[in-house]
C-alpha cells in the first residue's frame, strides 16, 4: 500500500492525526488532547510504531516522546527520532478504550492480533447430544462446531467445575474412553458406586443415554425445573419407603445441582442469549455511551443525556433489540476477542465495569432508567451542573485598583 493510501486508511481509522517533527516540542504535544483513548505512532511513510491505551493520551504520548536523561535506565524504546505522526482515538472509560483498541490492532496488525491482546476469547462449555458419544467440554472456540455452547465463565477452571456438577446431576459418564467402548466397556468406579449411568458395558442405551445427555443441556442452559420436581419427588418416595441410603444419593444430587446458581456462574447462559446493552463513562457528568454485545459483535449507540429521557432511553432498547434480531456471521479471532472483552468486563470490579445489563426481549424502559440511576456514580453522572469558577474579586478602591 502506497504511504499516501496508508496515511488515508488511517486517517479513517482515527479521530485525529498530528504530524510531527523530531524533535517534539510542547508545543506540538499540546495539540493532542488530553483525554482518554487509544493511539498510534507511524515512522516514514506511515510505518506502523506503536498502538497503546492511555488515560490522558497528552501525557502518555509526552512519557513515550520525551528525552530520556543517558544516566536513567528505561526499557521503553527512544521513539523520538523515527515518529512522524500520531493518530489517536478517544474514548469514554475502560471498556470503550478496550475496543477501541482491539478493533485497530485488528485492522493494523490482523496476523498478529492475538499477541496484542491482554485478554483471550472466553471459556464456554460445549456438548453435542447428536454425537456418537457425546460429553461436555470446556472450549474457547466459541461457536467453531455444531451443537450447544454455555458461558462465559471467567476461568477454564471454573468451566471445569460446571461440567462436574452437571455430570454428578445427572451421572454422566466421566471417561470419554470408557465411553467410546460402549457397549462393550466395564463398568469405572463412578459406575461400581452407582453414579454413572454406564453405557460403557450396555446397562443403558446410547439412544437412551444421549436423551440424557440432552437433558443435561437444557438444564444446563436454564431449563430446571423439571429436573428439579423429578428428583425431589425421587428423594420423598425414597425416605418415605424407607431407603434413605438412596435417598442421601438423590439429595447429594440435588446438592449438586443446586451449586450451578452459585455467584461463579451467574453470567452462564446459552451462546444464543449473550446479549448485553452496556452504559459506559463518557467524561461527561452529563452523557453515558451505550453499546450494545452480541455474539461476535459490538456496536455504539447515541449518547444519553443525564437526567435521562425517555425518548432517548427508547431508542437505546430499540436499538439493542435490533442488534439481537440480527443473525451472528462467521465467528473468527476478532468475533470471538470481542466476545472475551464483555467477559472480561462481565468479571471486572464495578468502576471499572460501569453498568453491564443482560438483555432480554420485553426489558422495560422503568428498569433501564432505574439501573442507570441507581449506577450514577459507577458512570460519573451527575444531575448538578457544575458550579463556575468564582469571579475575580473587584478593587474596592482606586488604589486597590491601580496596585492590580
Known amino acids: 500500500m502506497a504511504g499516501r493510501d496508508k496515511s488515508d486508511a488511517f486517517a479513517r481509522l482515527f479521530d485525529g492525526c498530528l504530524v510531527v517533527h523530531p524533535p517534539v516540542a510542547d508545543s506540538q504535544l499540546a495539540e493532542i488532547p488530553a483525554k482518554r483513548g487509544v ?109 450447544r455452547h454455555f458461558g462465559p465463565f471467567e476461568t477454564g477452571r471454573t468451566a471445569e467445575r460446571f461440567i462436574e456438577a452437571v455430570q454428578d446431576g445427572f451421572d454422566l459418564c466421566r471417561d470419554i474412553q470408557c465411553l467410546r467402548r460402549s457397549p462393550h466397556g466395564q463398568r469405572c468406579a463412578y459406575g461400581q458406586m452407582a453414579r454413572c449411568l454406564c453405557p460403557c458395558d450396555g446397562t443403558i442405551s446410547m439412544g437412551a443415554y444421549r436423551a440424557v445427555v440432552r437433558q443435561a443441556a437444557a438444564f444446563a442452559g436454564g431449563d430446571r425445573d423439571e429436573r428439579l420436581e423429578q428428583l425431589g419427588a425421587e428423594m420423598k418416595q425414597a425416605a418415605a419407603e424407607l431407603r434413605f441410603e438412596h435417598a442421601a444419593a438423590v439429595k447429594s444430587r440435588l446438592d449438586r445441582l443446586a451449586e450451578l446458581d452459585g455467584p461463579p456462574f451467574r453470567f452462564v447462559r446459552p451462546v444464543e442469549q449473550f446479549h448485553y446493552l452496556l452504559v459506559q463513562r463518557s467524561g461527561s457528568r452529563r452523557k453515558a455511551h451505550v453499546f450494545f454485545a452480541t455474539p461476535g459483535a459490538i456496536s455504539a449507540g447515541k449518547p444519553l443525556d443525564y437526567p ?97
Request: charged share 25%; glycine share 8%.
Open 39 to 147: 493511539f498510534f505512532l507511524t515512522a516514514e511513510s506511515d510505518r506502523p510504531i506503536l498502538l497503546t491505551t492511555a488515560a490522558s493520551i497528552r501525557a502518555r504520548l509526552r512519557g513515550r516522546l520525551d528525552e530520556h536523561a543517558p544516566d536513567q535506565p528505561t526499557r521503553s524504546a527512544d521513539l523520538r527520532a523515527i515518529t512522524r505522526r500520531v493518530y489517536w482515538k478517544l474514548a469514554g472509560g475502560h471498556f470503550e478504550t478496550d475496543w477501541h483498541y482491539l478493533e485497530l490492532a485488528g485492522a493494523i496488525w490482523p496476523k498478529t492480533l492475538a499477541r496484542l491482546i491482554a485478554w483471550k476469547p472466553p471459556w464456554f462449555v460445549h456438548v453435542d447430544p447428536a454425537e456418537t458419544f457425546p460429553r461436555l467440554v470446556r472450549t474457547r472456540d466459541v461457536l467453531g462446531s455444531r451443537g
Open 308 to 404: 435521562l429521557k425517555g425518548r432517548q432511553v427508547s431508542g437505546a432498547l430499540r436499538r439493542m433489540a435490533s442488534a439481537a434480531a440480527t443473525p451472528p456471521g462467521p465467528i473468527g479471532l476478532v468475533e470471538r476477542m470481542r466476545m472475551g472483552l464483555i467477559a472480561r468486563m462481565l468479571f471486572s470490579a464495578p468502576q471499572r465495569r460501569g453498568l453491564i445489563l443482560h438483555w432480554q426481549p420485553g426489558m422495560p424502559l422503568e428498569q433501564l432508567i432505574s439501573e442507570i440511576d441507581s449506577a450514577a456514580g459507577v458512570l460519573g453522572l451527575s444531575r448538578k451542573a457544575r458550579k463556575p469558577p468564582p469571579p475575580d474579586p473587584k478593587p474596592t478602591s482606586p488604589d486597590a485598583a491601580s496596585e492590580a
